[in-house]
């Protein structure tokens, strides 16, 4: 039933036209509070009997969650996470097949339930601007605010970027809302949202954290390495050495938004960086796969700016080889970044390749004919382009030589693909695996 809901609300365009017109109605904030209170009183409202952490952004989300749910559960107990890639009751690993970031307010309480009856205490929670739009957490207890960036995406369902921030803020106003003794946010520095809204929100205690600029909690020294990351974290004048397990400069940011929870929620400095420094990489986020002195790397990046950060990465880690990049953009949405994401790959890239990546109902030829406006150079020039994603992938395996970094872009963890001919059990690490076999 789920299902067939899902694919009659595609069909009507409900996110891109229906919703946008009904989202500020009286009438929807009423059914919204009705689900919420409703949901809560089905499951016994387990978030006010845990401390609950939320983590909304552009990039880093899924990373930032697990790290957070990591230093919690090594140093303070039991906790349960929900991120895109993940939902996590412990210890024990499951994969998130619903394709959502934010769960709906009655799956979401049933989770909790569950957690809070098995002994639970913690939750650490992504949070999308889709699921804040759209009320999915309405009754349910915020903590802590966690941010780790805001650059453009779903500009299509949200009027502006503005309009996209306000909704990632009320996040943070629910935070500031609760019926708790502390409200608690963690805040970038180096964004230009974070930096605002630290001057606009005042909470009972709040960490900001930054690269750039003078922050409470900074990384200095900053080393990346193909396959881990080294920089030292500066807080109350005193540095801590750390070494990551996860590759690229936008993870220390990450690392840094953790660290400032772990602060927050009172884990001792020195626990906080053992733990990270035990952390390994989430499926599907910067997955490393060396093969016969060829680099392989499977990663979620999806808009603009997480590709620049990706292969500003592999530029600065590459041993004299070249960088081959596999990428496409999803039907249906974010039309806006697709000549953007095509101009990104073209000039950090020597080699492009571009092909299929849930087109779903939309034509991929039409999608790759707009990636294609802002790419310079010309088809054969070491630019490719093969529609679907299997051949597309076996182009890239015949094209790489000793020491190029390969880079297969867009899907991640993901374990099917939305084709213009239906859902397709399809993941990229394991077709990677196949094709090499290994």
Same mark, same amino acid.
């Given at each position: 039933?789920?299902?067939?809901?899902?694919?009659?609300?595609?069909?009507?365009?409900?996110?891109?036209?229906?919703?946008?017109?009904?989202?500020?109605?009286?009438?929807?904030?009423?059914?919204?509070?009705?689900?919420?209170?409703?949901?809560?009183?089905?499951?016994?409202?387990?978030?006010?009997?845990?401390?609950?952490?939320?983590?909304?952004?552009?990039?880093?989300? +899924? +990373?930032?969650?697990?790290?957070? %749910?990591?230093?919690?559960?090594?140093?303070?107990?039991?906790?349960?996470?929900?991120?895109?890639?993940?939902?996590?009751?412990?210890?024990?690993?499951?994969?998130?097949? +619903?394709?959502?970031?934010?769960?709906?307010?009655?799956?979401?309480?049933?989770?909790?339930?569950?957690?809070?009856?098995?002994?639970?205490?913690?939750?650490?929670?992504?949070?999308?601007? %889709?699921?804040?739009?759209?009320?999915?957490?309405?009754?349910?207890?915020?903590?802590?605010?966690? *941010?780790?960036?805001?650059?453009?995406?779903?500009?299509?369902?949200?009027?502006?970027?503005?309009?996209?921030?306000?909704?990632?803020?009320?996040?943070?106003?629910?935070?500031?809302?609760?019926?708790?003794?502390?409200?608690?946010?963690?805040?970038?520095?180096?964004?230009?949202?974070?930096?605002?809204?630290?001057?606009?929100?005042?909470?009972?205690?709040?960490?900001?954290?930054?690269?750039?600029?003078?922050?409470?909690?900074?990384?200095?020294?900053?080393?990346?390495?193909?396959? %881990?990351?080294?920089?030292?974290?500066?807080?109350?004048?005193?540095?801590?050495?750390?070494?990551?397990?996860?590759?690229?400069?936008?993870?220390?940011?990450?690392?840094?938004?953790?660290?400032?929870?772990?602060?927050?929620?009172?884990?001792?400095?020195?626990?906080?960086?053992?733990?990270?420094?035990?952390? *390994?990489?989430?499926?599907?986020?910067?997955?490393?796969?060396? %093969?016969?002195?060829?680099?392989?790397?499977?990663?979620?990046?999806?808009?603009?700016?997480?590709?620049?950060?990706?292969?500003?990465?592999?530029?600065?880690?590459?041993?004299?080889?070249?960088?081959?990049?596999?990428?496409?953009?999803?039907?249906?949405?974010?039309?806006?970044?697709?000549?953007?994401?095509?101009?990104?790959?073209?000039?950090?890239?020597?080699?492009?390749?571009?092909?299929?990546?849930?087109?779903?109902?939309?034509?991929?030829?039409?999608?790759?004919?707009?990636?294609?406006?802002?790419?310079?150079?010309?088809?054969?020039?070491?630019?490719?382009?093969?529609?679907?994603?299997?051949?597309?992938?076996?182009?890239? *395996?015949?094209?790489?030589?000793?020491?190029?970094?390969?880079?297969?872009?867009?899907?991640?963890?993901?374990?099917?693909?939305?084709?213009?001919?239906?859902?397709?059990?399809?993941?990229?690490?394991?077709?990677?695996?196949?094709?090499?076999?290994?």
């Amino acid at each position: 039933m789920r299902k067939l809901l899902w694919i009659f609300k595609k069909i009507i365009f409900w996110d891109m036209i229906w919703f946008p017109l009904i989202k500020n109605t009286f009438l929807y904030s009423v059914w919204h509070k009705m689900n919420g209170n409703l949901a809560n009183m089905l499951y016994g409202n387990p978030s006010s009997q845990m401390f609950v952490i939320w983590v909304t952004g552009t990039d880093g989300k +899924t +990373t930032t969650c697990n790290l957070i %749910h990591h230093l919690i559960q090594t140093n303070l107990g039991n906790c349960v996470m929900v991120s895109t890639a993940n939902i996590k009751f412990g210890d024990q690993t499951n994969f998130n097949d +619903t394709k959502m970031t934010s769960l709906n307010v009655y799956d979401l309480n049933k989770l909790l339930a569950q957690a809070k009856n098995q002994g639970f205490n913690y939750a650490v929670i992504e949070t999308s601007s %889709h699921g804040l739009s759209q009320s999915r957490f309405e009754g349910i207890s915020f903590s802590c605010g966690v *941010l780790t960036n805001i650059t453009p995406e779903h500009l299509d369902f949200h009027d502006n970027m503005e309009d996209y921030a306000d909704t990632k803020k009320k996040l943070f106003i629910n935070v500031l809302k609760n019926n708790l003794t502390n409200k608690l946010a963690v805040l970038p520095k180096d964004d230009e949202y974070g930096r605002k809204w630290l001057t606009e929100m005042i909470f009972d205690k709040q960490m900001d954290y930054g690269i750039n600029l003078s922050s409470t909690l900074k990384a200095e020294n900053i080393v990346e390495k193909l396959d %881990h990351t080294t920089c030292e974290i500066r807080y109350l004048g005193k540095n801590y050495p750390l070494t990551l397990q996860l590759p690229a400069k936008f993870n220390v940011y990450n690392a840094l938004a953790a660290i400032s929870t772990g602060i927050l929620v009172e884990i001792d400095m020195e626990k906080i960086i053992k733990s990270l420094e035990e952390f *390994l990489p989430v499926d599907g986020r910067v997955n490393i796969l060396n %093969h016969k002195d060829i680099h392989y790397i499977v990663d979620f990046a999806h808009t603009p700016a997480a590709l620049k950060s990706l292969l500003e990465y592999t530029k600065t880690t590459k041993w004299n080889g070249r960088v081959i990049t596999l990428f496409g953009a999803p039907g249906l949405r974010d039309v806006y970044k697709r000549s953007e994401m095509g101009k990104i790959v073209d000039q950090l890239s020597d080699i492009v390749i571009v092909t299929e990546d849930d087109s779903q109902t939309e034509s991929t030829y039409s999608i790759i004919s707009q990636i294609n406006e802002w790419i310079t150079r010309k088809e054969g020039d070491n630019y490719f382009i093969q529609p679907t994603r299997e051949y597309a992938l076996k182009l890239a *395996l015949s094209l790489a030589q000793k020491n190029d970094i390969v880079i297969l872009a867009g899907k991640g963890h993901e374990k099917f693909l939305l084709t213009n001919y239906g859902k397709t059990p399809r993941n990229d690490m394991d077709k990677l695996k196949e094709f090499l076999s290994i």
